[in-house]
C-alpha cells in the first residue's frame, strides 16, 4: 500500500463549481500534513497546511480525519487559474521531518 | 520569501559521467530534500538532510549520494548517470514540522 493515496483525476470542473479531493495516508503517526499546487512543468508550491480543527483560506478549505486517516481539500467557486495538480503532503515524522507525497491529483476548469 | 536556488534548470550529461546538483537555501532552514518528479510517478525521495553532515536515505537512494558540508547547501551526486536517471530533480528545505519550499527543479537528460 502506498504511504499517500490519491485519486489521479482528471476532475472536469466548470468555472464556479465546488470540488473535493480526498487523500489517504497508512501512516497514524503522520503529525504534519499540507495541500501544494503544481503547474504544469513547475515546481510544486505550499497551497495550505491542514490542521485538526480544518481550516479555511478564502475559497479553500482543508480537512483532517485522523480516525479515517484521510485529508481533503475543498474548492469553492472554481477559477480557471484553479487548474493544476494538488499535491497532499504528509510528514512521516518517524523521528525526523520526512515529506511523504501523493502522485497528485489532476484540475481541469473549464469556461 | 524563502528562496531555494538550484545551480542549473537543464541539464545533459553522458552516461556514465558523474553529476553533481547543486542547492541552496537562504531561510537557515535545517531540513533539505531531494526529489525526483517522473510522469506517473510522483514525488519520491530520494535522500535528506536534517543537519549539517547528517544524511538519511529516502525511498529511492540507489545510485545517488548527497553532501551537507554547510546548512545552506544541499548537494545530490550521481555517481555515475545513467540513462534511467534521466528526470526532473527538485530540491527542497523545510523548517522544523512545517511544509517545504521547493527550487525551480533540474530537468536531467542523460545520453
Known amino acids: 500500500r502506498k504511504e499517500v493515496e490519491q485519486d489521479p483525476g482528471p476532475f472536469n470542473v466548470p468555472e464556479g463549481a465546488t470540488v473535493a479531493f480526498n487523500c489517504t495516508y497508512s501512516n497514524s503517526a503522520s503529525q504534519s500534513f499540507f495541500w501544494y499546487r503544481q503547474d504544469c512543468r513547475k515546481e510544486p508550491k505550499l497551497l495550505m497546511s491542514?490542521?485538526?480543527s480544518g481550516n479555511e483560506d478564502g475559497r479553500f478549505t482543508a480537512q483532517l480525519n485522523r480516525a479515517s486517516q484521510y485529508i481533503s481539500l475543498l474548492i469553492r467557486d472554481s477559477k480557471l487559474s484553479d487548474s493544476a495538480t494538488y499535491l497532499c503532503?504528509?510528514?512521516?515524522?518517524?523521528?525526523?521531518?520526512?515529506?511523504?507525497f501523493g502522485a497528485g491529483t489532476r484540475l481541469a476548469v473549464h469556461p | 520569501d524563502v528562496k531555494v536556488t538550484q545551480s542549473s534548470r537543464y541539464l545533459v550529461k553522458r552516461t556514465g559521467e558523474k553529476v553533481f546538483l547543486e542547492c541552496v537555501q537562504d531561510m537557515d532552514h535545517e531540513n533539505m530534500f531531494w526529489y525526483r518528479q517522473d510522469p506517473g510517478l510522483g514525488l519520491r525521495l530520494i535522500y535528506f538532510s536534517y543537519d549539517v553532515k547528517m544524511k538519511e536515505k529516502g525511498d529511492i537512494p540507489e545510485g545517488y549520494s548527497v553532501s551537507r558540508e554547510k546548512k545552506e547547501r544541499f548537494s545530490l551526486i550521481l555517481e555515475s548517470a545513467s540513462t534511467n536517471q534521466t528526470s526532473m530533480y527538485l530540491c527542497a528545505s523545510s523548517l522544523s514540522a512545517q511544509g517545504a519550499f521547493f527550487g525551480q527543479g533540474t530537468r536531467l537528460t542523460v545520453v
Open positions: 503532503v504528509v510528514n512521516d515524522f518517524g523521528g525526523y521531518n520526512k515529506l511523504i
Open positions: 491542514v490542521y485538526s
